[in-house]
């Protein structure tokens, strides 16, 4: 019995040992399977789980002013997101989460419950990296970061409405930002990623798509004019409890705008509270009436069709138009052209405007750029009013030659004194560095010298005295006109402007300074803005360093 | 006879055994290492934080292991009514609630204050030893009586309701094929044995299908791309790992798998991380130095028998099937053959409890092939 039984133990010793060397079999053959037949099916399912293609963020291009200095920067980024379905289940970890993000755990957590049917919200966006770099490590599972890019402007308020701004996604929505946002958009890449179940980037596969950075979009400003300007007005406007303001400066050599201010102003880095009266780029969107700052204009046009000269004698005793009685503050008798112009006369300008062609007075205007864009791209730009009638009465030609019934901007206005400024010739206007410009001969060369040293007078011994700049040389016009109210002018409510160029000999720069709504005793454009124009372009001359030309006074 | 006691007097330790323990360990400690890295990190704040526990569960085995050793198997033979009291104890005490941990809806933890007790490890130990010294104690009975056989199939059936309280399905499985086995092999008569294993069949059968969650598993083994966001997600997770690995594998520490994707990814799924890591070619490796494990523990069962040493021999072959229905049940599991159970890896996965229970196993297999020598070179000597 004892031998049989051992006999039937090995034989199932043998079996047992067989079966549990096939079983292990079976599992060889299994794995053999799993790594040949299956692979294709079993890669490409776990590729379909941990394989993603990411946006790479493209760098928006960088805005300089002339000299290379940043005017607008884009500085990376993190937006925090999370799938509430997910975060919702990690409840421990919630409080450490709302506190790393900087909001109150009550709040967030009212938020997250709102929101627990979605897939995705926004929990923070553009936060500083290394503020990112502390939620990640929390690890918390369905937290998610998107890198972005945060757009930066160092000039803050200064710049404010001519560079606008981006929106939260980069792009462009306001001023030369959304002008060039082609230019300035850079294209997003894609790029295959590895990622681990709570989605963080484990690793880099390949790129797709490079991501193509924006270009540098270089501005015409000088940053340092820029400020000088925005400073000065900012005084003024402090001072004079005025309601708004702006000051462009134009270079006469070759039409680029070297600076550009508003006032009420804004920071662009935060636009929390923001109205939309301060983004408004008053400098080319605002028309105003040029009032007695088109009377130049009404010169040349004098002085080119050979019925006058600077010396010719008019004599200045009110006059009735069409019923209406025109005359000046006091009677200035008998003047010469000149006079006229550095005296203001209304009586004079209009017997010169109503002795001319009224058509030759409309080219004019025209050819010098009112009543039309100015081609500097900025968006939303207006073009001005000049109205051209098949029959002028004579109270609109004398109205229009000082500057009523038609309505320019501060850069129109600015353009018009660069063609006296330049000889008489039209140049483009450019917010960016251009090296090719179209300049156009709208102005004999002599006329527009005559008309330069008459408004020289204005400011040697006229109303605009107190444009004087030391050292240098200053020809301008100034301007009051009163504000149109609902019902017509109105008499308390003023725009105060002075449109200048200096120096005289070597004219390089143009600049228009308006002051609107001053509150003061005083609110002509002599008294209001010649004194800041002289303050701007005193700084703006040795900044760019004009040489004197005024040696006189210096002495 | 004189080679066999040169053998005897040169290693009196089976070093086959040992050395092929050593290296499933030292495999198991890498690959614990890489495939914890990740969650302890994540879980405990440092990567090494799971790979030193690991690390010092090895040396307690290791410590433990050695004093085993010094123990006679006649001992354990001795003890055989304490250890199965100990087992009850085990299992009752588990029960008892703010004694017993819960974790996953499982209650299989005794808490000792730094480190717990997962009961059913021990019970599968000391439930073979006991068995196997019935097996001897009333072999008369066991041949010849359906008496015989039914006592051990009650105890197993006491032993399995209790672990299914837990519940622990897969140490239910692990028991009764060991148990099974063990009355196999000691020579029960098949028209004995048949009826017995098939009741067993149909009554584990049953318990499988009766709990909802067990049958959800099963209804998901059967097609786990079905339900792979839902209840097939583990072990589609796990296959995946294997397409991943191709023949030599995606290199050590690089498994994607592991990034949080796999769960358990560092204990009852360690296989897959394996196989991902270290490919077809390191996966069969593993398989083919457990064939050898346990091939080896039956052999020396085989010898204690053959010296005439019949609980010995079944306690040897215990072990064996110990050993090997884990393994072929958890590697099964892990490549989609098996429904999922929570078993680990001998020697290999991450867990205290299973380390320490297997040391003891390689342990008293050890000391039987060294009471195996002795009894050669003691017939030996006599001729």
Not at chain 2, 63 to 77: D, K, M, Y
Request: overall charge positive.
């Amino acid at each position: 019995m004892g031998k049989q039984t051992t006999s039937i133990n090995l034989f199932r010793y043998h079996l047992v040992r067989v079966a549990l060397v096939l079983l292990c079999g079976v599992l060889i053959a299994r794995v053999l399977m799993l790594h040949t037949v299956k692979r294709d099916f079993l890669q490409g399912q776990g590729d379909a789980r941990t394989v993603r293609t990411e946006k790479i963020f493209a760098h928006r291009g960088m805005i300089q002013d002339r000299q290379g200095k940043p005017l607008a920067i884009s500085s990376p980024v993190g937006s925090v997101w999370a799938d509430p379905k997910e975060l919702i289940k990690s409840e421990d970890d919630l409080a450490a989460l709302a506190l790393s993000l900087g909001v109150e755990v009550a709040t967030f957590e009212n938020r997250l419950l709102l929101n627990q049917d979605r897939d995705f919200i926004y929990l923070r966006r553009h936060l500083p990296p290394l503020q990112v770099d502390k939620i990640l490590s929390l690890a918390v599972a369905g937290v998610y970061v998107q890198r972005e890019y945060h757009r930066f402007y160092p000039a803050g308020e200064v710049a404010a409405q001519v560079l606008g701004f981006t929106n939260i996604d980069d792009e462009g929505q306001e001023g030369l930002e959304l002008a060039f946002d082609d230019w300035l958009r850079g294209t997003p890449g894609k790029k295959k990623v590895l990622k681990n179940r709570y989605g963080q980037i484990v690793r880099d596969i390949k790129p797709l798509e490079d991501a193509e950075a924006g270009r540098t979009l270089a501005l015409s400003l000088d940053l340092r004019v820029q400020y000088h300007a925005y400073r000065e007005l900012k005084t003024a406007m402090q001072r004079y409890k005025a309601e708004s303001g702006s000051i462009v400066i134009l270079d006469v050599e070759n039409g680029e705008v070297l600076a550009m201010v508003n006032q009420p102003s804004f920071n662009p880095n935060d636009r929390s509270s923001l109205e939309a009266a301060f983004v408004r780029n008053r400098a080319v969107i605002d028309l105003f009436e040029p009032g007695s700052t088109v009377k130049p204009f009404t010169l040349a046009v004098a002085l080119q069709s050979g019925k006058y000269t600077p010396h010719t004698k008019i004599d200045t005793a009110p006059i009735r138009v069409n019923n209406k009685m025109i005359s000046d503050p006091s009677n200035l008798g008998v003047l010469d052209v000149a006079s006229v112009i550095s005296k203001s006369s209304q009586v004079g300008i209009t017997k010169i405007a109503l002795s001319l062609n009224e058509q030759d007075m409309w080219n004019m205007f025209h050819e010098l750029g009112l009543g039309e864009t100015t081609g500097a791209g900025f968006p939303g730009e207006s073009a001005g009013y000049l109205p051209n009638r098949r029959n002028w009465n004579d109270i609109e030609r004398a109205t229009f030659a000082y500057g009523y019934g038609l309505s320019v901007t501060p850069l129109q206005l600015a353009r018009a004194y660069l063609v006296i400024a330049s000889g008489g010739v039209k140049k483009q206007i450019s917010l960016v560095k251009r090296s090719v410009r179209q300049t156009q001969r709208v102005l004999d060369e002599k006329v527009a010298a005559q008309v330069l040293q008459i408004l020289k007078r204005v400011v040697t011994e006229g109303t605009g005295r107190r444009a004087k700049v030391d050292s240098y040389t200053v020809a301008g016009k100034t301007g009051t006109v009163r504000k149109v109210g609902s019902s017509g002018y109105v008499t308390d409510h003023h725009l105060a402007f002075f449109v200048g160029v200096t120096p005289v000999e070597h004219p390089r720069l143009v600049a228009v300074v308006l002051i609107n709504d001053p509150k003061s005793d005083e609110f002509g454009g002599g008294s209001i803005a010649a004194p800041v124009f002289s303050r701007v372009m005193a700084g703006a001359l040795r900044l760019l360093n004009v040489p004197p030309d005024d040696f006189k006074k210096a002495a | 006879m004189a080679i066999r006691r040169r053998d005897g007097i040169r290693c009196p330790v089976d070093l086959f055994l040992l050395i092929i323990v050593v290296i499933l360990t030292t495999i198991g400690v890498v690959m614990v290492a890489s495939a914890s890295s990740d969650i302890s990190n994540r879980m405990y704040g440092s990567p090494f934080y799971l790979l030193a526990k690991h690390m010092v569960f090895v040396a307690v085995g290791l410590g433990i292991a050695c004093s085993t050793l010094l123990v006679p198997i006649r001992f354990w033979q001795e003890m055989d009514w304490l250890l199965l009291t100990v087992t009850f104890a085990l299992l009752l005490v588990v029960l008892i609630p703010g004694i017993g941990r819960e974790v996953n809806g499982s209650i299989r933890w005794i808490s000792l204050g730094s480190f717990s007790i997962q009961s059913s490890e021990f019970v599968k130990l000391f439930i073979i030893i006991y068995v196997s010294a019935y097996l001897v104690r009333t072999k008369e009975q066991l041949l010849n009586q359906w008496l015989g056989v039914a006592k051990p199939i009650v105890l197993l059936a006491a032993v399995v309701v209790l672990l299914l309280m837990e519940p622990d399905f897969g140490a239910v499985v692990v028991i009764t094929v060991s148990v099974l086995g063990l009355i196999f092999l000691a020579g029960v008569p098949l028209h004995q044995f048949l009826p017995v294993i098939t009741l067993s069949s149909l009554t584990v059968s049953c318990i499988a299908i009766w709990q909802p969650y067990r049958l959800q598993r099963l209804i998901t083994f059967a097609d786990p791309w079905e339900h792979q966001y839902t209840s097939g997600y583990q072990l589609t997770q796990a296959l995946i790992a294997f397409g991943r690995g191709e023949w030599f594998g995606l290199g050590l520490g690089n498994s994607i798998q592991k990034l949080f994707f796999l769960p358990e990814a560092h204990t009852d799924f360690l296989f897959s991380i394996l196989a991902e890591e270290l490919g077809a070619v390191g996966a069969i490796v593993v398989i083919a130095l457990f064939v050898c494990l346990i091939c080896r523990a039956l052999w020396i069962g085989k010898r204690a028998h053959e010296n005439g040493e019949e609980f010995t021999g079944l306690l040897a072959y215990g072990i064996a099937l110990l050993l090997s229905s884990q393994i072929i049940i958890n590697i099964g599991v892990n490549l989609g053959l098996l429904p999922t159970k929570g078993l680990t890896l001998p020697f290999i996965s991450y867990g205290g409890n299973s380390l320490v229970v297997c040391s003891i196993l390689i342990a008293i297999l050890l000391r039987i092939d060294y009471e195996n020598r002795n009894e050669a070179l003691h017939k030996g000597s006599i001729h």
